[in-house]
């Protein structure tokens, strides 16, 4: 445990991808002198009532929050970049909230991620095209859409098309429904229209307008999560699959933009340059600096590892309490 850590801000439980309950983080947390910590899953909050309770029962402040997946389809950058959003306890029991709150999450995933996966594959493969007044008919394709030797789907895909395979749907579903509905028996061909490389991907996660919506309604405390992350030049387990940071950089005016508030610069995965980069970030655009250990589980990435001082969480703490 580094030392003069008071509280630990970005944590996870059995309620993502943690092999911790939510009771057993708390009670690490409480054993490592920890005052206070961060349950931050992964793009759902179903573990943070046990957790709240646990922290009320062994004297450990809980900040709920949720770690949620944003995606970007750019140019530069097609993937997925991760947001710290904290909220008062209280709005655990907020009705209105929790429907705004799952609903923006579940716009990430199942059938709004679906049918927006449809929708670029018809976008880029369907029988008739327009890009930016550019139009695709019959297989003759221009250059705004590289890869040029891509084949023309004979109608558009459906919903439907995909969905009737099962209620969770994957990329094999997609897949399928290519093979046995749409005739396309070369799995190559296949693969060029579903694969990560193929100009329609689109990879999980909100759209940053739908977050900035949820913000704006409920005045979340928005952080940035690890931003420099995938810049780490060691291995192992705290080397995010993202982009570098000068990619982050590119992107990071279009969080600003849609309300963040902090940074998460204490973070395992971060060197010293590279926090010092971040620290210029927060400076300028006047962010709460703040950070945590990303906890999975009690050995390879364990709780205490990073965090903020008291002085920094109580500056983080008037700040999530401010309108």
């Known amino acids: 445990m580094r030392e003069g850590i008071y509280a630990d801000m970005h944590n996870h439980t059995t309620a993502s991808d943690g092999d911790?309950?939510?009771?057993?983080?708390?009670?690490?947390?409480?054993?490592?002198?920890?005052a206070v910590v961060?349950?931050?899953?992964?793009?759902?909050?179903?573990?943070?009532?046990?957790?709240?309770?646990e922290g009320q029962k062994i004297g450990?402040?809980?900040?709920?929050?949720?770690?949620?997946?944003?995606?970007?389809?750019?140019?530069?950058f097609t993937g997925t970049l991760h947001l710290l959003c904290y909220f008062p306890s209280e709005m655990i029991k907020n009705e209105r909230f929790i429907k705004s709150f799952?609903?923006?999450?579940?716009?990430?995933r199942g059938e709004h991620l679906v049918r927006a996966r449809v929708s670029e594959i018809?976008?880029?493969?369907?029988?008739?095209?327009?890009?930016?007044?550019?139009?695709?008919?019959?297989?003759?394709?221009?250059?705004?859409?590289?890869?040029?030797k891509i084949p023309i789907l004979k109608r558009e895909l459906t919903f439907e098309d995909v969905a009737s395979y099962s209620s969770a749907v994957t990329r094999r579903h997609f897949a399928l429904a290519l093979t046995e509905k749409?005739?396309?028996?070369?799995?190559?061909?296949?693969?060029?229209?579903?694969?990560?490389?193929?100009?329609?991907y689109l990879p999980s996660g909100v759209d940053l307008e739908s977050v900035n919506q949820f913000q704006e309604e409920f005045s979340l405390m928005m952080v940035l999560a690890h931003p420099a992350a995938g810049s780490f030049p060691g291995g192992g387990h705290y080397k995010e699959v993202h982009p570098p940071v000068e990619t982050v950089e590119r992107l990071f005016p279009r969080f600003i933009d849609a309300g963040i508030r902090g940074i998460e610069i204490n973070y395992p995965g971060h060197i010293e340059s590279h926090r010092a980069i971040l620290r210029q970030w927060a400076a300028k655009y006047d962010l709460v600096?703040?950070?945590?250990?990303?906890?999975?589980?009690e050995?390879?990435?364990?709780?205490?590892?990073?965090?903020?001082?008291?002085?920094?969480?109580e500056k983080f703490d008037s700040v999530i309490k401010s309108p």
Do not use: W, Y
């Not at 961060?38 to 309770?53: F, N, P, W, Y």
């Not at 749409?182 to 329609?200: K, L």
């Open 20 to 34: 911790l309950s939510p009771e057993r983080l708390i009670q690490r947390i409480k054993s490592l002198g920890i």
């Open 38 to 53: 961060g349950v931050t899953d992964h793009d759902t909050g179903k573990g943070l009532e046990r957790a709240i309770a």
């Open 60 to 76: 450990v402040q809980v900040l709920p929050g949720v770690e949620m997946s944003v995606r970007f389809k750019e140019k530069f």
């Open 102 to 108: 799952n609903r923006t999450l579940g716009k990430g």
């Open 122 to 148: 018809n976008r880029f493969f369907g029988p008739q095209l327009c890009h930016q007044g550019d139009c695709i008919e019959s297989g003759h394709h221009t250059a705004a859409i590289e890869p040029v």
């Open 182 to 200: 749409h005739g396309i028996d070369n799995p190559d061909i296949v693969n060029q229209i579903i694969g990560n490389d193929s100009p329609a």
């Open 289 to 297: 600096a703040t950070g945590g250990s990303d906890c999975h589980d």
């Open 299 to 313: 050995f390879v990435r364990p709780p205490g590892v990073e965090g903020i001082s008291r002085e920094e969480f």
